[in-house]
């Protein structure tokens, strides 16, 4: 527990929760299908996490990712697999909806999932950051990281600016 709130393992069966927060946190044109949410979970369970107020057991933010190689940049829309020679965990998504926000949820998700990097013996972390979240992930300890030719092809399927960064 983190405050007021329960860091678990994702489930299939909250999926349409997941979609409702998806909605509350990006424009239209990001938000990716609930059957690629679904592919995703069923590809990385254990790389996907979501913060539920103990009372409810409701989802109302959540962190996807997976386990991949240092500099490798993900498309919008990609699917996960896990690297088998994998040195980064790669946070995909970090969403938190209206209901948690300002509760520290953010900061309580970066946290688990850098424990797990830790306990997987991974070099470190990666991500994207989109709508302009460089500051906050500088804030959790990531710096832009230079991109090969095919990562910045995959930085161009975000809309706007989209940035690699590591920890």
Known sequence: MV?????????????DAIVEVQ??????????????????LHACPDTAWVAVDPGTDVPGAYLVGYRTLLG?????????????????????????????RGRGVAQALVAHARAQALAWHLAGLALVSVNDTV?????????????TPQGQAALDTYPGRAVYMRA
Do not use: T
């Open 72 to 100: 490798k940049v993900s498309p919008l829309g990609g699917a996960f697999a896990h690297h088998p020679q994998a040195d980064a965990l790669y946070l995909h998504d970090l969403a938190i909806g209206r209901a948690l």
């Open 3 to 15: 405050g007021s709130v329960v860091v678990r393992a994702m489930r299939p069966d909250d999926l």
């Open 23 to 40: 909605a509350q946190c990006y424009p239209p044109d990001m938000n990716e299908p609930a059957l690629l949410l679904a592919a995703r």
């Open 135 to 147: 500051a906050f992930w500088r804030g959790q300890g990531f710096e832009p990281a230079d991109v």
